[in-house]
């Protein structure tokens, strides 16, 4: 497993995650816009995070997160779940109301 993306941003969640699920991975910890970004990100370019697994490559930090939790069996409600159901309308919910705000009182 490989992590691009500086802990400084949202590549923090999954730094967390993979921490929690007690993987090993390796840390590239490079900013949005680097040439590692670049390199690896498979839809938007430039932004972080993105993580390397074999070869899928994924990006967005929640879905990262989500995948790290199917794959390995831990911290994720199973699909197809009302537990699953309630995750995703929080996980969905936190990352367009919340995002949003952090991000606007960030501009203040």
Not at 21 to 47: D, Q
Not at 67 to 74: A, H, Q, T, V, W
């Amino acid at each position: 497993l490989r992590l691009i993306g500086s802990a400084k941003f949202r590549p923090f969640r999954n730094v967390w995650m993979l921490e929690e699920l007690g993987l090993e991975y390796e840390h590239v910890a490079a900013h949005p816009r680097s040439a590692e970004a670049a390199e690896t990100n498979p839809l938007f370019g430039t932004k972080v995070p993105v993580l390397v697994d074999g070869d899928i490559k994924l990006c967005e930090s929640a879905a990262i997160n989500t995948y790290l939790g199917d794959k390995y069996g831990k911290l994720v409600p199973l699909s197809g779940t009302p537990a699953r159901g309630q995750y995703e309308m929080f996980l969905h919910a936190a990352q367009c109301e919340l995002d949003a705000q952090v991000a606007t009182e960030r501009k203040l």
